[in-house]
């Protein structure tokens, strides 16, 4: 991914297959901004290059409309597939039934897998057959899962064991400069734990805020993700999961998250209030990469 006069650029190119392809986004390819009219009736599109907002950060610059305190940054979204076992779900588009509510799963099935196994709960919606699976044939539910008990939460990440589990994402440091070669000084990891622990943490005090979070029976999850690095110099990669062979270092596994972080929002009608929030735990390194 890199920047372009038409707009940033992802380019993949397939080990596989051999196939490579880009894309940009540029006006050409359709991406626009909406016109800002509260009162309109309709919306009105102006072409936009998306470009990247920024290429500085630090410890001190954030967006403040985000949970997080990055700006340039990686991020994995986890914590929307939970198993669905039992009868068939019915095949609906976007796991919506006709009359637009969620798809759920069916009364008397089970959720999870192994010791994590039990009764379904309110989160177990936007379900989906094993039939709509592209690869894998499981049934599932893509909600969000503030019980951390569905798959994101089980030792079923990469960590060598390639017959059960897959192999990891590499990624190398964001760069900057005129030549993509100006690495950033300092690293960070962060997990917006807080921010979705709502049933025990309190984000203003950061009272009950935990690094691995607690599912909703009341046991820590089952497993929590972290990063790690392998090779050096100019091959070094991050890599995302549980401990992986190879790894040159997960950065003290999920310690790596350091400790609570306060941050200032403002308050959304507050005339220019502002209140402190607990929503991350977050830990500062010299960047290995």
Do not use: K
């Not at 626009?32 to 920024?54: E, K, L, R, W």
């Not at 954030?62 to 949970?67: G, I």
């Not at 790596?256 to 507050?270: I, K, M, R």
């Amino acid at each position: 991914m890199h920047d372009t006069p038409n707009g940033v650029q992802a380019q993949i190119n397939d080990l596989t297959s051999g196939e490579s392809g880009s894309m940009t986004a540029s006006p050409a390819n359709g991406f626009a901004q909406f016109q800002y009219d509260p009162s309109g009736s309709s919306c009105v599109a102006i072409p936009y290059a998306f470009h990247p907002m920024y290429s500085t950060s630090s410890e001190q610059t954030r967006v403040t409309w985000a949970a997080h305190s990055y700006n340039i940054a990686f991020s994995d979204e986890i914590g929307h597939f939970q198993v669905c076992n039992g009868a068939a779900v019915p095949a609906t588009p976007f796991g919506l039934d006709a009359s637009g509510s969620p798809t759920v799963c069916p009364a008397g099935n089970t959720e999870g897998t192994g010791s994590s196994a039990g009764p379904t709960d309110g989160e177990d919606d936007f379900c989906f057959p094993a039939s709509e699976a592209l690869r894998i044939r499981v049934q599932g539910c893509t909600d969000t899962n503030g019980g951390f008990d569905g798959v994101s939460y089980q030792p079923v990440w990469p960590d060598g064991n390639t017959n059960l589990h897959p192999t990891s994402i590499l990624f190398s440091s964001p760069r900057s400069g005129a030549n993509y070669n100006q690495a950033y000084d300092r690293a960070a990891f962060e997990a917006d734990l807080p921010a979705v622990e709502s049933n025990t943490c309190n984000r203003r005090t950061g009272a009950g805020c935990t690094l691995i979070p607690t599912t909703d029976s009341g046991a820590p999850a089952a497993f929590y993700p972290f990063f790690s690095t392998r090779g050096a110099g100019g091959s070094c990669r991050w890599q995302f999961g549980n401990d992986i062979p190879g790894s040159t270092s997960d950065f003290g596994g999920n310690s790596q998250y350091g400790t609570l972080l306060s941050l200032t929002y403002l308050q959304f009608g507050g005339g220019g209030a502002t209140v402190q929030r607990f929503n991350d735990f977050r830990g500062v390194i010299s960047n290995p990469c």
